[in-house]
């Protein structure tokens, strides 16, 4: 069947969260499929919070119109996520025997798309001034002066993790959080917060367009400006290892082509490579590490910095005490 005619009858919907993110994504996984299948890829973008609870309400209503959407490994392990997709366990199974793929690269929740770091970034000025590279350093306006970004959805976790290492709480020592503690500290920057973002584009909009100069934003993000030549620099010194599963939504009405779209990206190393070359990720194959980029794989953390600085949030505490954790800061940020 020619490709086009093919497109026309096939097809998958994804939801995402925009921008340069999407864009590497179509251009590395998404095209090259469809060129191979014939199988049309549609990407619907949104927030985080907006995809959960389009996915719930979808499934609720019996009324399904995506078939995958790309959620954070954390929330991928929680009862609500769950209760809305599809157990892949059994479509994991023909993954467990490929040495190249990580141990974690296809679970229940959905396969593995990428690891990134959720981290400081700055403005880079003159070359001579200091850098701000802890979050001690993000709350200290006066030695680095500007306005500050944090993530404002219905994820609040890495915010007051954040706060609480400013306050001087040690990595080993961080959860369960101090919620009460982070509150009281970011009581003292709430001030300097020019920007509190939504989405991944626009922590990269903000940016572009000066709304802040020290923030808190993805990566892949921050790769994805510094690939336009934006001056944006940024610490592992402060930073929590994070990454995006690809989950497959109940009733999905394109179940089977939505599973090719999941099997073609754990199946191509080079695929991967591509992807993460362009966003700074780790993608789960060996393989695809090492073809990818010399600059892409020199801006990964070192295996000094995973040990000393990078941070695995514990992702059990965090889904246990998320809807408190969203309670106390929408009464906060309001």
Same mark, same amino acid.
């Given at each position: ?144 002066? $500007?306005? +500050? ?6 994820? !609040?976790? *890495?915010?007051? @993790?954040?706060? =609480? ?77 994070? $990454?995006? +599963? ?6 999905? !009405?394109? *179940?089977?082509? @939505?599973?090719? =779209? ?73």
């Amino acid at each position: 069947m020619p490709a086009r005619l093919a497109a026309a009858q096939d097809q998958i919907v994804i939801a995402s969260t925009g921008g340069a993110y999407d864009r590497a994504l179509k251009e590395a996984w998404f095209d090259p499929f469809t060129k191979e299948t014939g199988i049309a890829v549609t990407i619907v973008s949104a927030t985080n919070a907006e995809m959960r609870a389009k996915a719930a309400a979808m499934v609720k209503s019996n009324n399904v119109s995506w078939d995958l959407y790309l959620e954070g490994e954390i929330q991928a392990a929680s009862d609500a996520h769950r209760e809305v997709t599809e157990d892949l366990t059994a479509f994991c199974e023909r993954f467990s025997t490929k040495t190249d793929l990580v141990s974690n690269a296809c679970q229940a929740g959905g396969a593995l798309l990428q690891s990134t770091a959720t981290l400081l970034v700055y403005r880079e000025k003159d070359e001579q001034q200091e850098t701000p590279a802890t979050w001690a350093d993000m709350w200290d306006t006066v030695k680095f002066p $500007g306005g +500050r970004a944090f993530p404002n959805f219905d994820d !609040p976790w *890495r915010v007051l @993790a954040a706060a =609480l290492l400013a306050d001087g709480v040690k990595k080993d020592e961080l959860f369960p959080l101090d919620v009460d503690r982070a509150f009281c500290k970011l009581d003292e920057i709430r001030g300097d917060v020019t920007l509190w973002w939504k989405t991944g584009d626009q922590s990269v909009q903000g940016f572009r367009n000066g709304e802040y100069d020290v923030g808190q934003i993805w990566l892949t993000r921050a790769r994805a400006m510094k690939n336009e030549g934006l001056p944006i620099g940024w610490s592992y010194k402060a930073s929590f290892l994070v $990454g995006d +599963r690809i989950a497959l939504i109940k009733g999905a !009405p394109n *179940r089977e082509n @939505a599973l090719k =779209l999941v099997e073609f990206w754990l199946d191509n190393p080079v695929v991967q490579a591509k992807a993460c070359d362009i966003l700074s990720c780790t993608p789960p194959s060996t393989q695809a590490i090492a073809l990818m980029s010399d600059q892409a794989r020199e801006s990964m953390p070192t295996t000094e910095e995973i040990k000393d600085s990078v941070i695995i949030p514990d992702a059990t505490w965090i889904n246990a005490n998320a809807p408190l954790l969203l309670k106390r800061w929408n009464e906060w940020v309001r």
